[in-house]
């Protein structure tokens, strides 16, 4: 990313022990660290978000290309359809059935 070699870190890192001491060091390293780490999880998480942004518009596109409704429509059948099913007619259509007419339950 910045085409830093192995000298360059070194020619830094004895600037800053010679500017900072050796009393301060390890906690200015572990301060930088977190730093970093800080910097590079905003990265991160800014490049997420872009690629979720370009892919939701991708898909957007596909969608509308397709002429498909851009968001999924779902059939939930109303509560008053399943408590008010009819159960007896199935009974008595069941004991109508031709078999039942015969009356020798399958034997002839």
């Known amino acids: 990313m910045f085409d ?3 000298w360059e870190i070194l020619l830094i ?3 800053a022990l010679i500017v900072v001491g050796p009393e301060r060091m390890p906690r200015l390293i572990r301060v930088t660290g977190l730093w970093i780490g800080r910097a590079n999880a ?3 998480s800014v490049r997420n978000d872009i690629s ?3 892919r939701a518009d991708e898909l957007r596109k596909a ?3 397709e002429g498909t409704p851009a968001v999924p429509r779902y ?3 109303d509560e008053m359809d399943v408590v008010d099913s ?6 008595t259509e069941l004991a109508k059935s031709p078999d ?3 009356g020798n339950n399958g034997n002839g």
Request: net charge negative.
């Open 4 to 6: 830093i070699g192995f």
């Open 13 to 15: 890192a004895v600037v």
């Open 42 to 44: 905003s990265i991160q």
């Open 52 to 54: 979720r942004e370009l």
């Open 63 to 65: 969608i509308s290309d």
């Open 75 to 77: 059939v939930v059948p």
């Open 86 to 91: 009819p159960v007896e007619p199935v009974k």
């Open 100 to 102: 039942s007419d015969k």
